[in-house]
């Protein structure tokens, strides 16, 4: 695809040697939808302090639902990532790719080491267990067509949320992160649910551990530069 509106962010990554002999710098690219799921990738390369091409798409202009962006990602969402033709489209499979390809041992407890099984669940337990019911919430509050619309299907979201939350809350109490006593991306996984909750007043009050938690990982620079920086997070 055409890099038109893409900027480029960070130090390179790698370099690939290529047939001159010379060597070339390969930047992954993030295709970018401000304010989604494609800001847990961006989080992540904020962290790592990887170079990345940010192409951004929008719900308005219709790039998602271009012929050339559904050869990346069949279902027209972000986000997708391209790292050199390494093309994959499933915001959790992209944070444990740059992980693992890129990670250098950080932001994952290692592999076979003490908090590696709560790691795995926690990053998988962001997607898989806490934005579904956020996603029912938005999509019978904003983006279903109004007669899709279900108040009871609301009310059996937002109750599934609130037992959600709760096992989040007991967890995260007076814990900086997640899994262990250090920043993971396990909490970039969950994290982007609380802040997408709270964006849309569907985060209570209680437990209050969760804001606690929130608000330190809001004050990370990489977190705000995702969010915030200029991506209309
Ligand atoms: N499970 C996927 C979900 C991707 C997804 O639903 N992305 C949303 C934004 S958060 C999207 O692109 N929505 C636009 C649309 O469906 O038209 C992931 O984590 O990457």
Redesign the pocket.
């Known amino acids: 695809m055409a890099l038109r509106g893409a900027r480029r962010y960070g130090a390179p990554h790698r370099a690939t040697p290529v047939a001159c002999g010379m060597e070339r710098i390969d930047v992954l690219k993030l295709y970018h939808?401000p304010g989604?799921?494609?800001c847990r990738v961006l989080w992540l390369i904020f962290e790592l302090g990887l170079e990345c091409e940010i192409e951004k798409m929008s719900?308005a202009d219709g790039s998602?639902r271009t012929k050339s962006y559904r050869e990346l990602n069949p279902?027209?969402?972000?986000?997708t990532l391209d790292d050199g033709g390494v093309v994959l489209?499933?915001?959790?499979a992209?944070v444990e790719y740059l992980l693992e390809r890129y990670g250098a041992g950080r932001l994952a407890p290692a592999v076979g080491s003490a908090g590696r099984a709560q790691y795995l669940q926690w990053l998988h337990w962001g997607?898989a267990t806490l934005?579904p019911p956020i996603?029912a919430i938005n999509g019978n509050r904003f983006v279903l067509a109004e007669s899709d619309r279900s108040e009871a299907a609301l009310d059996v979201a937002r109750r599934q949320l609130s037992r959600v939350l709760n096992v989040l809350g007991g967890v995260v109490a007076n814990r900086e992160f997640l899994v262990g006593d250090e920043f993971s991306a396990a909490d970039i996984m969950v994290g982007y649910g609380v802040r997408l909750a709270k964006m849309v007043g569907e985060l209570p009050e209680q437990p209050e551990s969760i804001h606690e938690w929130h608000d330190g990982l809001a004050a990370r620079p990489a977190y705000q530069r995702a969010f915030d920086g200029g991506f209309g997070g």
């Open positions: 939808l989604s799921r494609s719900l998602l279902l027209g969402k972000a986000p489209y499933e915001s959790g992209i997607e934005l996603a």
